[in-house]
């Protein structure tokens, strides 16, 4: 008996154009983690600290332009190691890209409780 195609067995869908396995998936996680450089910039600025240790020696040494880099090659790192597991196995491919952006939007989800925590109760307001 032949396994039934379906999503777990498909190939991945390509986007016209695009020779990307998971255009979607790599979208979204752009752009959390753009928000995770900008809301980290914006807590920075208002007198936090960045709890990572490796990301605060880099911001300590480079500044945003440091902080930027480190963040993009993440996500280089990780949409590389999503198209080579996607070649292999499609499922595990597509799981790795959705967990690439539930962690990078964790921090995002953090960062704007903590701005909401700060402009909502302003520090000395009390």
Known sequence: MHDQPGPATDPPRR???????YPEAYTWLVFV???????????????GRELNALAAAL??????????AFKFALVAFVIVLCEIAGRR??????????????????PVVV????LVRHFHFPPGAG
């Open 59 to 68: 911001i300590h040494w480079g500044g945003l332009a440091a902080m930027v």
């Open 111 to 114: 960062s704007v409780a903590l």
């Open 15 to 21: 986007s016209r154009g695009t020779p990307a396995l």
């Open 89 to 106: 196995s499609p499922r595990a491919g597509r799981g790795l890209a959705y967990c690439g952006v539930v962690l990078s939007a964790a």
């Open 33 to 47: 983690s753009a928000l995770d450089v900008m809301f980290t910039w914006v807590i920075l600025f208002l007198g």
